[in-house]
């Protein structure tokens, strides 16, 4: 599916850079129930929330969901399902889809941890154990402490 179909999408990442591919299955449960099951899955450049570079990744989501007609409906569907509320009709795909792929998004998208260049800078300075010098914390502390007591 072209990405231009998902305006709220495109507003929660950098860019779209190519289509949404879903692998979906439309049918009947057990209760008649109208049901979409699947698979989407769609890239994304995204900014690190560490180094604030650019990060690209593959997003995928899978989804149950089930079609009703009225909010009352919802609270008879199994746990397994998630309620999509139908009121008109034809339904778009691209609105029936986008709430699911929004919430793939990463909430605080970072790098893996060696290919994130603040965490390298983080990981290649050297620490105080490192420099020889220990930090001692309370050391002041525990002058004062001594000094009160030799007087």
């Known amino acids: 599916m072209p990405a231009d179909r998902f305006a ?9 850079p190519g ?18 099951s699947g698979l989407l899955r769609f890239p994304a450049r995204l900014v690190c ?8 990744r593959d ?21 397994s399902y998630d309620g999509v509320v139908v ?5 778009s795909l691209a609105e029936l ?14 790098h893996e941890p060696g290919e994130c260049a603040a965490h390298a800078d983080v990981l290649n300075a050297a620490g105080p154990e490192e420099q020889g ?3 001692h914390p309370f050391a002041e502390l525990r002058k004062l402490k001594d000094r009160a007591k030799d007087s």
Do not use: W, Y
């Open 8 to 16: 709220r999408l495109a507003q929660s990442v950098e860019e779209l």
């Open 19 to 36: 289509d949404i591919r879903a692998e979906l299955e439309f049918h009947l449960d057990e209760e008649h129930r109208v049901c979409v």
């Open 49 to 56: 929330q560490r180094c604030l570079g650019e990060l690209r």
């Open 59 to 79: 997003i995928e989501c899978g989804l149950n969901l089930a079609l009703v007609r009225k909010e009352e409906q919802m609270a008879d569907l199994p746990s």
């Open 87 to 91: 009121a008109r009709e034809p339904v």
């Open 97 to 110: 889809l986008e709430d699911d792929l929004i919430l793939a998004i990463p909430t605080v998208p970072q």
């Open 133 to 135: 010098a220990r930090v």
